[in-house]
């Protein structure tokens, strides 16, 4: 009886055992399932703390867990959703690039406003973040009209210009460092007010200090907030990039990357700190831009005199502080020094420069070249290059104002007559490219600057007749062809547009 008992027990065991042993032989069970895919997660809208775009522009969403292949893209605004579904090319697990729609196709936006954007995948949707819809500002180039403001303390070219939102939406300022002022070239650092007419403030406020480290001039400058980079809403960083460091290096250049803080509420400069992340190669002029949380360097005059095409870039932390610089493999077209640099719609733009070899960066000479070239910029990466519409002259050393897509190119030096055409204008087409560039010959609609190695911004303030304000500071005044100072004096005028 006891032997029966406990083969019957052992029989009825083998069943449940003989199940089990199928079932991990074919891959059954728990243990070896397919995991299910991530739940996608957005980390940031084009590299922004507060991001804001216009509709129809590529947004740029970062992140984790969106897959290798497309799925939606979701802009919701009350009881009103658009999805879409992007391009394979603009999607990856991490990135998404989608252009920004206006509507559901039956139903606008309401612009100005916020919409929430989310992303749908396999895995689920995401967790949404807000963007702010802006209103496009335009205006009528042949309409300008300028005046001057508070000239700066002193005359200087080579100088570095940024302009820095305030902590409310009423106030900015403008923030001057280092350039040449006819004996050396220094650390100065100047800052001012600017009011939403365009005028600064009745005098400048030398940041004693807090000088540069060290003398800067030709060297790029540009400024991080929330709404262009993933520092603090609180926080406001300036870069004084790259630059020649004494006037008798010929041309000298430095590979240094200095920052600072400025107090969104006062507009005073803290501290200079040198980064530990410089760029891999000295320049002199180069053109920088700090575009979606990114700062971009183009081209610029090595220690040899002889330009460069390289093309590099450096993400913003949020703490301020740049990271690891990468160099391109998409060299730019040409090589060039002292070209202008800016990014708008998922693209980086690089407009004219010098492309001759060149030992002194204040000569007043005719090389500059007519290109002008955009290439995609998304997450620090850019594309490959593509030749648009050229600009009428050949500027270099000149400086370019950006306005919601329309662009003026001005001042420099250039071949034809001086002080004639000191400005001229384009836009940025709806395929990237850039409209015919036409020349603004009116002497009523120019500064009368007629100068070139000079500063210039975009004040972050519109005026109380809803238009941008451009300002321009300095610079070396074109009298003769191949000279410079003494001979082509400096200036310390601030010229500024007073219409439209």
Not at 229 to 236: A, G, I
Not at 273 to 290: A, C, E, I, Y
Request: glycine share 12%; with cysteine; aromatic share 8%.
């Amino acid at each position: 009886m006891k032997t029966s008992a406990i083969r019957r027990k052992i029989l009825s065991v083998v069943p449940v055992l003989t199940a089990f042993l199928i079932l991990g032989a074919c891959g059954g069970g728990s243990n070896s399932s397919t995991p299910p895919p991530p739940i996608p997660v957005i980390q940031n809208l084009n590299d922004s703390t507060l991001p804001s775009s216009a509709v129809s522009l590529p947004l740029e969403i970062g992140g984790t867990g969106f897959q290798s292949a497309p799925g939606q893209v979701n802009f919701t605004q009350g009881s009103l959703t658009a999805t879409v579904t992007p391009n394979a090319a603009g999607w990856s697990s991490t990135g998404i690039v989608v252009d920004i729609p206006s509507g559901n196709g039956t139903t606008n936006f309401t612009v100005p406003g916020t919409v929430a954007v989310s992303v749908t995948t396999s895995g689920g949707t995401s967790n949404s973040l807000n963007l702010s819809l802006v209103q496009p500002v335009t205006f009528a180039v042949n309409n300008l009209t300028w005046t001057t403001t508070t000239a700066l303390p002193a005359a200087m070219r080579g100088m570095g210009a940024v302009a820095v939102p305030g902590s409310s939406s009423g106030t900015a300022f403008a923030v001057v460092a280092g350039g040449f002022d006819g004996t050396k070239d220094n650390t100065t650092v100047l800052a001012n007010t600017i009011a939403a007419s365009g005028a600064l403030g009745s005098s400048w406020s030398a940041i004693a200090t807090n000088p540069l480290p060290s003398p800067r001039a030709f060297a790029g400058m540009v400024e991080a907030d929330p709404g262009n980079s993933l520092v603090s809403t609180s926080s406001r960083f300036i870069y004084v990039i790259a630059g020649q460091q004494t006037s008798t290096d010929l041309p000298g250049g430095t590979n240094t990357v200095f920052m600072a803080s400025v107090d969104p509420t006062t507009g005073d400069v803290g501290t200079w700190t040198q980064l530990p992340n410089s760029l891999p190669v000295s320049l002199v002029g180069p053109g920088v831009t700090l575009f979606n949380g990114y700062v971009y360097v183009v081209g610029g005059l090595q220690t040899s005199g002889i330009p460069s095409s390289d093309v590099y870039s450096a993400p913003v932390n949020s703490d301020g502080t740049l990271g690891s610089w990468t160099k391109s493999a998409n060299s730019y077209l040409v090589t060039v020094a002292f070209p202008t640099v800016f990014g708008f719609g998922g693209n980086l733009y690089v407009v004219n420069g010098d492309s001759q070899n060149e030992t002194n960066p204040s000569l007043a000479d005719i090389g500059g070249v007519t290109n002008v070239s955009y290439a995609p910029a998304t997450f620090g990466a850019v594309g490959a290059w593509t030749a648009t519409s050229a600009t009428v002259k050949n500027r270099s050393k000149q400086v370019t104002w950006l306005s919601f897509g329309q662009i003026v190119d001005a001042e420099g030096t250039y071949n034809g007559t001086p002080s004639c055409c000191e400005l001229e204008h384009s836009t940025v087409n709806s395929d990237s490219t850039l409209a015919a560039w036409n020349q603004i010959t009116n002497s009523i609609n120019e500064p009368g600057a007629n100068v070139y190695n000079a500063a210039a911004i975009v004040s972050p303030l519109l005026s109380p007749s809803n238009t941008p304000r451009f300002l321009l500071f300095g610079g070396e005044q074109y009298v003769a062809s191949g000279a410079t100072f003494p001979t082509n004096p400096l200036s310390a005028t601030v010229y500024v547009n007073n219409a439209p």
